[in-house]
């Protein structure tokens, strides 16, 4: 779940009353797993939860929520941005220090779970992906809902806790914890050093070192 503008300081996560100090926090970690994964040629896939311009994908319900706050504005209105939340405009785009190579697809996903009225399960299929890392914003949102809908199809899931953030540091570590219970119910749980240590190690195994 790449982090988006949305989360800059100007960025429509502000006008819903949260703060961006979480989910900004971990853009560094999260550079240093697409490092990692890039040496190593590891398939990469960037998300974004948008609308259609015309508002064709958005229910009626969902936009209520999303002025139902201070600021009175929500999803289609007009921000700092551009529009909130909607494909094309300048905060629906992934951060410069994260943005996507050639080759590592972006999938556009009208709700929370990158699975929801996507292509993205046919992505991996295709490469036969059967492991997930999931990193980025929100923890308790965006990412939950995918690793929750990931581990129904069948795919074994990894959340990188310090590489996701939420809005409120309650909200990411409810999140996380319940992620291992009754065994690994929705998966595992790692931080960045394991994982590129890990990677590193096998590297070397494959390598003969």
């Given at each position: 779940?790449?982090?988006?503008?949305?989360?800059?300081?100007?960025?429509?996560?502000?006008?819903?009353g949260?703060?961006?100090?979480?989910?900004?926090?971990?853009?560094p970690?999260?550079?240093?797993?697409?490092e990692v994964?890039?040496?190593?040629?590891?398939?990469?896939?960037h998300?974004?939860?948008?609308?259609?311009?015309?508002?064709?994908?958005?229910?009626?319900?969902?936009?209520f929520?999303?002025?139902?706050?201070?600021?009175?504005l929500?999803?289609g209105?007009?921000?700092?941005?551009?529009?909130?939340?909607?494909?094309?405009?300048r905060?629906?785009?992934?951060?410069?220090?994260?943005y996507?190579?050639?080759?590592?697809?972006?999938?556009?996903?009208?709700?929370?779970?990158?699975?929801?009225?996507t292509?993205?399960?046919?992505?991996?299929?295709?490469?036969?992906?059967?492991n997930?890392?999931?990193?980025?914003?929100?923890?308790?949102?965006?990412?939950?809902s995918?690793?929750?809908?990931?581990n129904d199809?069948?795919?074994?899931?990894?959340?990188?806790?310090?590489a996701t953030g939420a809005?409120?540091?309650?909200?990411?570590?409810?999140?996380?914890?319940?992620?291992?219970?009754?065994?690994?119910?929705?998966?595992?749980?790692s931080?960045?050093?394991?994982?590129?240590?890990?990677?590193?190690k096998?590297?070397d195994?494959?390598r003969?070192?």
């Open positions: 779940m790449s982090p988006l503008l949305f989360c800059s300081e100007v960025g429509y996560l502000v006008y819903q949260g703060s961006v100090e979480g989910t900004r926090a971990v853009i970690k999260i550079a240093i797993l697409l994964f890039r040496k190593h040629s590891y398939p990469i896939y998300t974004r939860e948008g609308h259609r311009s015309d508002l064709s994908t958005l229910s009626s319900r969902e936009l929520r999303s002025r139902n706050n201070e600021s009175g929500g999803i209105d007009r921000g700092p941005l551009g529009r909130f939340i909607i494909r094309g405009e905060g629906h785009d992934i951060v410069d220090e994260l996507p190579r050639d080759g590592e697809p972006v999938v556009d996903k009208p709700g929370r779970s990158a699975f929801a009225h292509d993205f399960e046919l992505l991996l299929r295709l490469r036969g992906v059967r997930l890392v999931l990193c980025g914003v929100t923890t308790d949102v965006c990412v939950h995918t690793m929750r809908e990931a199809r069948g795919f074994d899931c990894l959340l990188v806790e310090d809005s409120m540091d309650r909200l990411h570590e409810g999140a996380v914890d319940m992620i291992p219970k009754e065994g690994g119910i929705f998966g595992a749980v931080n960045v050093a394991d994982i590129v240590s890990g990677i590193e096998l590297a195994e494959q003969g070192v």
